[in-house]
């Protein structure tokens, strides 16, 4: 089997927009970091991508929300039209200098795996996995579906059978959207319960949708328990050609913003399972408000990938560079010690509470 392939892009390792907006956490650059300090990481797996020309988003996107996308950023402001409309220079989809080609850079990335791929592989890109994206609307801080995008080139390239898997605390609604009614795209999103957006409550298997919500706390135990009982078997039954994970890192106890409870142990066990079960992986980011969790977690995955075990890495506490990164962006606190001296959670685990098995046995028969 070919080696993994790493790919990364310059433009999320540049300073210069430290606000305390999350788009601006250093999360991506730090995971790269990790990663690129691992004894045995070889440069020549990874590979550097550039933006797409904005023709190419228009596979998913509509040409007036993109011209609008490229204005805004060009001008640096929007009118009270295009923010109600396309949901441009909102709260969540501020408009700050190179925040637009930061996207199409992703979709550059997306294109990249897709063409990778086309003979078999695996692909870890720890960045974009904007999946809350529509055609014509910016949404939850992303501005381009990067997933879409890709998964649209993999079916382009000759792949009929896909499976996206949404391991995000919230819900894929973007990309389950644009495959929803494409039974040859099958879509599993496990996600926190009545979280924005409000979607993702039901599943529909006759078009391969299947959704899974999930409550505060959601532990290790019970993530494998879903794993085993229901996201396995039925990706295994599908038979997929390509399996895309949006590995966003925001379900881990970690994370500033949302209440589930998994270690980065679950993320790892779940990718390493899924892997074998198609003959192309690509992995991608997503979101995580907490950038040492989110780096650590993705640095892990990439040894998961590598068939190597992140609890055997050495520890980032002696890595200043890497520390000092994230240490000065604004609401960044200083990492407890556990942080630093492991790629690997403690496990944690407690009893699957009914209402799991209910919803995992719901999905599984369904
Ligand atoms: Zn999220």
């Known amino acids: 089997m070919t080696k993994p ?10 300073t210069g927009q430290a606000t305390a907006h999350p788009l601006a956490w250093p999360k991506t650059a730090t995971a790269l970091d990790i990663i690129q300090r691992l004894e045995w990481f070889d440069g020549s797996c990874q590979i550097e991508c550039t933006k797409v020309h904005p023709r190419r988003l228009r596979s998913f996107h509509d040409q007036a929300y993109i011209d609008a996308a490229y204005t805004a950023e060009a001008e640096q402001c929007v009118s009270p039209l295009t923010r109600q409309k396309y949901g441009l ?7 700050f200098p190179s925040i637009i080609e930061r996207a199409a850079t992703a979709c550059g990335v997306a ?30 801080f992303g501005y381009f579906n990067d997933l879409a995008i890709g998964i649209l080139a993999m079916q382009d390239s000759g792949l009929r059978r896909i499976a996206y898997i949404d391991l995000d605390a919230h819900h894929g609604d973007g990309v389950e959207a644009a495959f929803a009614y494409d039974p040859n795209v099958l879509t599993f999103s496990i996600h926190e319960e009545s979280c924005w957006p409000h979607t993702g409550t039901d599943s529909d298997p006759h078009y391969g949708v299947y959704n899974l919500c999930v409550p505060e706390g959601f532990s290790d135990s019970e993530m494998s328990f879903v794993v085993e009982n229901a996201l396995l078997p039925i990706v295994e039954k599908f038979a997929p050609e390509a399996i895309v994970i949006q590995a966003g890192a925001d379900s881990l106890e970690e994370d500033r913003m949302m209440k589930l409870g998994l270690s980065n142990r679950a ?10 079960l198609a003959p192309r992986i690509w992995i991608t ?21 590598n068939g190597r075990d992140p609890a055997e890495e050495p520890p980032i506490s002696d890595e200043q560079q890497i520390i000092d990164r994230v240490n000065q962006w604004p609401s960044v606190t200083k990492p407890p010690e556990n942080w630093l001296s492991s790629l690997v959670d403690q496990t ?11 919803a995992t046995a719901k999905l599984a028969g369904s």
Do not use: Q
């Not at 392939?5 to 540049?14: A, D, T, V």
């Not at 220079?89 to 408009?95: H, M, S, V």
């Not at 993320?267 to 074998?276: E, F, Q, V």
């Not at 944690?348 to 209910?358: E, L, N, Y």
């Open 5 to 14: 392939i790493l790919l990364s892009s310059e433009i999320y390792g540049r």
């Open 89 to 95: 220079g909102t709260g969540d989809n501020p408009i």
């Open 111 to 140: 294109l990249k795996a897709a063409e990778l791929l086309t003979d078999g592989g695996i692909v870890h890109s720890p960045l974009g996995g904007a999946h809350h994206v529509h055609p014509a609307r910016a949404a939850g």
């Open 267 to 276: 993320y790892y066990k779940t990718i390493d399972a899924l892997r074998s």
């Open 285 to 305: 980011g997503g979101g995580g408000y907490n950038p040492w969790a989110v780096a650590r977690c993705w640095a892990g995955i990439w040894c998961v990938l």
């Open 348 to 358: 944690r685990d407690g009893d699957v509470r009914p209402c799991i098995k209910a």
